[in-house]
């Protein structure tokens, strides 16, 4: 069955220094795999994703992410964290059923962020 | 992208009532879902929300428990039945174009039961 595993559940980093966070996947196929983030009291939003062809993807935000098959993960990283990235980061996989695709979270990694 | 409104944002109900949350996209979408965020954990699929038919249910979720409308390509209800405490949480709507294998979700609502 498909999963997610972000190992990571909080992290803490000092303004502007480097961050990744780390996410495996299981999938048969070839995966659609999206990094979200959720600010307190927010939505999910988009930040990136990866279908095919380049397997390093710029995102919004300064974020990019890679996407490994061999070690099947697809970290997030950012060269310069901000105050304003703390946040909830959620990894997420699609899974095609039914005729389209439905996603499968990870549970998470909390960001925080000291000046 | 879809721009995508939820109401209420937020409310406090009572064991044994009934509330229906209300999903609007901006755009006509293929999909819709609709997902629960328990305090402190991840989001989890609840239904796909079909438009002119019956919501395609995930193992765990029921119709009976969590009714749900789709009459046209852009507005979506959950209702969450008979609730309990149990089922105070963050309740998301999602929307996105089969094509385009992405879906850009609504600001949640957060339910509390007492």
């Known amino acids: 069955a498909q999963s997610v595993t972000q190992p990571d559940i909080h992290i803490t980093v000092s303004e502007g220094a480097s961050l990744e966070l780390r996410c495996n996947y299981s999938y048969g196929a070839t995966p659609y795999l999206f990094w979200y983030v959720q600010s307190p009291g927010q939505g999910l939003q988009l930040l990136l994703k990866?279908?095919?062809?380049?397997?390093l993807v710029q995102g919004i935000k300064g974020f990019e992410a890679e996407f490994k098959r061999s070690q099947s993960s697809f970290n997030l990283r950012k060269p310069s964290v901000h105050w304003s990235d703390a946040a909830e980061y959620f990894c997420?996989?699609?899974?095609?059923?039914?005729?389209?695709?439905?996603?499968?979270f990870g549970a998470g990694t909390r960001l925080a962020v000291h000046p | 992208s879809a721009v995508i409104s939820q109401k209420p944002s937020r409310d406090i109900c009572q064991r044994g009532t009934s509330l229906t949350i209300q999903c609007q996209v901006d755009?006509?979408?293929?999909?819709m879902f609709w997902y629960r965020q328990q305090p402190g954990q991840s989001l989890t699929l609840i239904a796909t929300a079909n438009q002119g038919s019956e919501a395609t249910y995930e193992s765990g979720f029921v119709i009976d428990k969590f009714p749900i409308s789709r009459p046209n390509l852009t507005f979506s209800t959950l209702t969450v039945s008979n609730m309990s405490p149990e089922d105070s949480s963050i309740y998301l709507c999602?929307?996105?174009?089969?094509?385009?294998?992405?879906?850009?979700f609504g600001p949640g609502t957060r339910l509390t039961v007492l």
């Open positions: 990866y279908f095919s062809g380049d397997t």
């Open positions: 755009s006509q979408v293929t999909m």
């Open positions: 999602s929307a996105g174009l089969a094509v385009a294998h992405e879906q850009f």
């Open positions: 997420a996989v699609a899974r095609f059923s039914g005729g389209y695709n439905k996603l499968i």
